[in-house]
């Protein structure tokens, strides 16, 4: 790395490809690359964060920890102050801590915690290096699913075989735009999503192809409590439903349809299988309740003659049914994605150029895009020993509940007695539900590890942080499956303080345990990145695709993959011969209703699509105490949390916090004016936020975005009032159903009041203290 000079560089972020200026070592300008049709403005938070205050500058550890008997929990995490000491004695004590733990206790003690977010680099995936650590030390607990799509990642695989249409595979944008005539979009087709992919989206091709669309003709309806999830730069219908009751909506169109004759009964009969028991279900013949238009319009609040409408329309023409991943957020969130496979069915045009269901589109950039025939290669993560794992969002539950039980999608898992947990990559603080329970449950194991660049809550969660460089401070490669650019992401700047990359610390601890060689594979970050780049070329090569040599395309700074597929039909294959391409279903073929998850015996979760009412929501006694139903989307200005410190996420706060967005009504029944501080609160916490007033939501809807740093008036108090506008302190922490166990944040209640009294000042961007040790520290062992 030059310093001393300025120069421009081509990189990639979750949020697109940059062109970055340095001057004299320091980043000072973020420029979209010239080739995104559609860029991003995220980037520009990078200016100001890489070398900000919040950086973690040297190893640190919370001094009630280090000074106390660290065989139990002491002090409080999260309110302690912290000792920073020297890499030899950091590293000593977490080697001392992972050896004791595993000797001690066993390795499924051990919670290896990451998210795989925290860079589009695939060598320094933080993901992969905790794994692949741990897998080489024995192992540890790990989690399965994702906070995104949990719900439709286990429910899928149960109807069509597969999770395809979900995470990948998708009908491709260009079908859409030439064969669809309408797209029904639940949940809508937000542009905000659109602006992420992980592993770094080179182009941002979305919004054009959605465009495109509407120029062609196609009519989009946007089915959501808020207007603009709709498409933008489109016009689009919207239908304006209470949260969480699209299944409701679902089954009404379904009724219509049957009882009408418009349902494809040669489809159904051909392709799939439970069809008799779904139109039983429908019509009301066993429990008494046909589920009709006007029934769906009592739960949902549409109008019952535009429900019938529209299934009338969707019959009538090419119709994409489009699913986004927020719907399957809520209580009984498998139900949507059933559904939405079985209303599909109906209609018959599964299979077909412009047909058919999808989940995701604009959830993130690649969805809708033709896969590229193979995949990137990533970094080898090896094999876990240790069998004990959980769904990603029973976090709390593992800590607080050892030797508990749970029913997961078929089995009876045992939560392991959790002694220590290592983070790397990921911000629990921000994705987990009900975060003042998390916060208690993460005072009970003996140790907490963090790998972080900033002193993000989850940091000051921590025993031992850490600090690790950010991807502008090393060397990587990027490259995203649906993806054809590879991007050199050259080390831009110095590393600040004494940060080290994961790999580097991994390997400092795993030379101290024993086991270097095993974790390195013999190599060094330079060689890893060298050999991972020619696995892609000869992946590539071998579907007849030419990438240059490494220092050829190291020079460059990029390289392009010539796209051999640019188009697919979800299911189209299956569709032409369903014998040949039978699904890895049972039966082979959809299935409406599923004899595997009917023997399972969850009440929760049967064997076909139901009407499920969620544990709270605008139809339920609750709202009594609390008339509003939350939202919690993803954030406009930012990915998850990651750089809510920088530029574009502050200029979108409104008094410093996150915006409250809810309708002017509900905002004069409560005396709360446009920029407002406002408090919203249940029972299990409460936030401050700056309201929004607008129309775009619907009345008894209020729209809080995640990502807000987690920010406790008083941290040493439980359940303290949260002051940034962090909604996860709000959100109900239970699974969807026993099947999937995934979270339910867009199930919530609240209520919302104009706060009163002198408005605390934000300190989620203030380091927390750095103190001097005692004189009685005890000897660090080396």
């Known amino acids: 790395m030059r310093s001393g000079a300025s120069r421009k560089t081509l990189t990639a972020t979750h949020w697109g490809a940059y062109v970055l200026r340095t001057d004299d070592g ?91 977010w925290a860079s589009a680099g695939r060598f320094h995936h933080a993901q992969s ?52 005539e309408l797209v029904v979009a639940f949940g809508g087709l937000p542009r905000r999503n659109t602006q992420v992919q992980a592993g770094g989206p080179a182009r941002h091709e979305a919004t054009e ?53 418009l349902h494809d009964s040669g489809f159904v009969e051909r392709y799939c299988v439970g069809f008799d028991t779904v139109r039983a279900y429908v019509l009301g013949e066993n429990d008494g309740v046909p589920k009709t238009a006007r029934w769906a319009a009592s739960l949902s609040g549409l109008d019952a003659n535009r ?24 209580d009984h969130g498998e139900q949507p994605y059933w559904m939405a496979v079985t209303l599909a069915a109906l209609l018959g045009q599964i299979g077909l150029p412009g047909g058919g269901f999808g989940f995701g589109y604009s959830s993130t950039n690649g969805m809708g895009r033709a896969e590229l025939g193979f995949r990137w290669p990533a970094f080898p993560q090896g094999k876990n020993p240790v069998t004990s794992f959980i769904p990603v969002a029973r976090l709390t539950d593992l800590l607080l509940d050892p030797g508990g039980h749970l029913e997961f999608n078929g089995e009876v898992l045992t939560y392991p007695d959790i002694r220590l947990v290592y983070w790397a990559g990921g911000n629990p603080f921000h994705h987990h539900q009900d975060l003042n329970r998390l916060v208690e449950a993460w005072q009970r194991p003996q140790t907490i590890i963090v790998n972080e660049p900033y002193w993000t809550a989850t940091a000051r969660h921590a025993d031992i942080v850490l600090p690790v460089t950010t991807p502008l401070e090393r060397n990587d490669l990027a490259f995203s499956n649906r993806e054809n650019v590879v991007i050199a992401m050259k080390q831009l700047i110095a590393p600040m303080g004494e940060a080290r990359d ?5 390997a400092g601890l795993a030379a101290r345990l024993g086991i270097e060689e095993a974790f390195t594979g013999g190599r060094d970050a ?19 695709i030419a990438l240059p040599e490494f220092t050829e395309f190291w020079q460059r700074g990029h390289a392009e993959a010539k796209r051999r597929t640019t188009s697919h039909i979800l299911l189209g294959s299956f569709r032409e011969d369903p014998v040949r391409h039978a699904l890895a279903t049972p039966s082979g073929r959809i299935e409406l209703f599923s004899k595997r998850i009917a023997s399972f015996g969850y009440d929760d979760c049967p064997g076909h699509a139901i009407w499920h009412e969620p544990a709270e929501w605008l139809g339920s006694p609750l709202t009594v105490r609390y008339p509003l139903h939350l939202l919690s989307p993803q954030p406009a ?42 408090k919203v609160f249940n029972d299990r916490g409460a936030c401050l936020a700056g309201a929004v007033l607008t129309d775009a939501v619907s009345q008894g809807v209020v ?45 919530t209640l609240v209520e919302v009041v104009a706060f009163e009294g002198p408005v605390p000042a934000v300190t989620a961007f203030t380091p927390p203290a750095i103190v001097p040790a005692s004189s009685h520290l005890p000897k660090i062992e080396r």
């Open 526 to 544: 330079t060689e890893w990145i060298r050999n991972m780049y020619a696995e892609a070329r000869s992946a590539a090569a071998a579907h007849e």
């Open 637 to 678: 200005e930012k990915l998850h949390s990651q750089y809510d410190q920088g530029s574009v996420s502050r200029a979108g706060k409104v008094a410093d916090r996150a915006p409250l967005r809810l309708h002017p009504s509900d905002a004069a029944i409560r005396g709360i004016r446009n920029g407002d501080v406002v």
């Open 703 to 747: 729209q809080l975005p995640t990502g807000a740093w987690y920010d406790p008036a008083d941290p040493k108090i439980a359940g303290s009032l949260e002051k940034h506008g962090n909604p996860n302190v709000l959100t109900l922490d239970h699974g969807s159903s026993r099947l999937a166990q995934a979270p339910i944040c867009n199930t």
């Open 26 to 116: 320091r980043l000072t300008g973020v420029e979209p690359w010239s080739g995104d049709p559609d860029p991003s403005p995220i980037g520009q938070s990078l200016i100001g964060s890489v070398d900000g205050p919040l950086r973690v500058a040297r190893p640190a550890v919370r001094r009630a920890w280090l000074e106390g008997d660290r065989s139990r929990p002491c002090g409080r995490r999260g309110a302690d102050p912290f000792v920073e000491v020297s890499w030899d004695d950091a590293q000593a004590l977490v080697a001392a801590e992972l050896d004791g733990i595993r000797s001690r206790y066993g390795n499924s003690a051990i919670y290896g915690g990451s998210y795989g």
């Open 502 to 506: 994961d790999f580097a610390i991994f």
């Open 129 to 180: 290096q905790i794994h692949r650590f741990l897998n080489s030390i024995g192992g540890c607990t790990g989690s399965v699913l994702t906070y995104s799509s949990a719900a439709g990642e286990v429910i899928l695989p149960h109807i069509i075989g597969s999770m395809d249409g979900l995470v990948g595979n998708h009908s491709t944008w260009d079908g859409i735009v030439e064969h669809s």
């Open 307 to 330: 429900i019938i409408a529209l299934a009338r329309e969707m019959a009538a023409k090419r119709t994409m049914i489009a699913v986004n991943w927020a719907i399957q957020r809520a």
């Open 209 to 261: 192809a959605i465009s495109r669309a509407g120029k062609r003709g196609v009519r989009f309806i946007t089915v959501s409590p808020v207007r603009d999830d709709g498409p933008d730069r489109v016009a689009s219908e919207w239908l304006s439903l209470r949260p969480n009751s699209d299944v409701a909506v679902m089954l009404g169109l379904a009724h219509v349809l049957i009882t009408e004759g």
